[in-house]
C-alpha cells in the first residue's frame, strides 16, 4: 500500500473533498481518500492497478488537477 499527499488548489469546502472521494474511490487500487480544504490536499491510499499518474488524471479530469 501507497499513501500520496497532492496538492490541490481547486479544493475551497468540503462538497469538492466529497466530489473528489466519489470519483477516486471508484477506481480500483483506491483504499481510502480524506482531504483537508483548508490545507488544499489530499492523502490517498492506494495499491496497484491503481497508479499515481492515473489518480493525477482522475484528478485532471474532474477538474480538481493536482498541483
Same mark, same amino acid.
Given at each position: 500500500? /501507497?499513501?500520496?499527499? =497532492?496538492? &490541490?488548489?481547486?479544493?475551497?469546502?468540503?462538497?469538492? &473533498?466529497?466530489? *473528489?472521494?466519489?470519483?477516486?474511490?471508484?477506481? /480500483?487500487? *483506491? #483504499?481510502?481518500?480524506?482531504?483537508?480544504?483548508? $490545507?488544499?490536499? #489530499? /492523502? &490517498?491510499?492506494?495499491?496497484?492497478?491503481? /497508479? =499515481?499518474? $492515473? #489518480?493525477?488524471? =482522475? =484528478?485532471?479530469? #474532474?477538474?480538481?488537477?493536482? $498541483?
Amino acid at each position: 500500500m /501507497t499513501t500520496s499527499k =497532492l496538492k &490541490v488548489p481547486n479544493i475551497s469546502c468540503g462538497h469538492c &473533498v466529497n466530489a *473528489i472521494k466519489t470519483d477516486l474511490s471508484k477506481m /480500483t487500487g *483506491i #483504499i481510502s481518500v480524506e482531504g483537508d480544504p483548508a $490545507a488544499k490536499e #489530499i /492523502t &490517498v491510499q492506494w495499491e496497484a492497478p491503481a /497508479t =499515481l499518474e $492515473a #489518480i493525477r488524471d =482522475l =484528478l485532471k479530469g #474532474i477538474h480538481y488537477p493536482a $498541483a
